[in-house]
């Protein structure tokens, strides 16, 4: 696992993908504001149904951080539609998938 991925580097295939993940989730120092759920929101930007599974199974986080995760995303998303109406963009699908993502977990986790 790489100790940090300080260049951003193109990654190539979904297991350098889930290594680059799991590290940057993995940093105590991480980039977050003392919540290290706040790592996960890209289980939900950048990865999907299987490949989010991986994931979550590989960190075995708890379910509450899991959950707060998902809320990180989702502010993360709302944040980012937000930006694109005040620049006049109508919906960014990036930020649309990321919501139907969101949505989609919550509704099966219910």
């Known amino acids: ?27 105590t120092r991480g ?10 929101a ?15 199974d590989t960190l075995s986080v708890s379910p509450e951080t899991w959950a707060r995760g998902r809320g990180w995303a989702l502010w993360k998303a709302l944040a980012g539609y937000a930006g694109a109406v005040r620049s006049g963009d109508s919906e960014p699908a990036d930020v649309r998938h990321t919501l139907d993502e969101i ?7 219910s």
């Open 31 to 40: 980039c977050g504001v003392g919540d290290p759920a706040c790592d996960l």
């Open 42 to 56: 890209i289980a939900w930007t950048m990865l999907s149904g299987p490949s989010r599974k991986a994931f979550r």
């Open 1 to 27: 696992m790489p100790e940090a991925v300080a260049e951003h580097d193109v990654v190539v295939g979904l297991s350098e993908l889930l290594d680059v993940a799991v590290g940057l989730s993995q940093q």
């Open 103 to 109: 949505l989609t977990e919550y509704q099966q986790s």
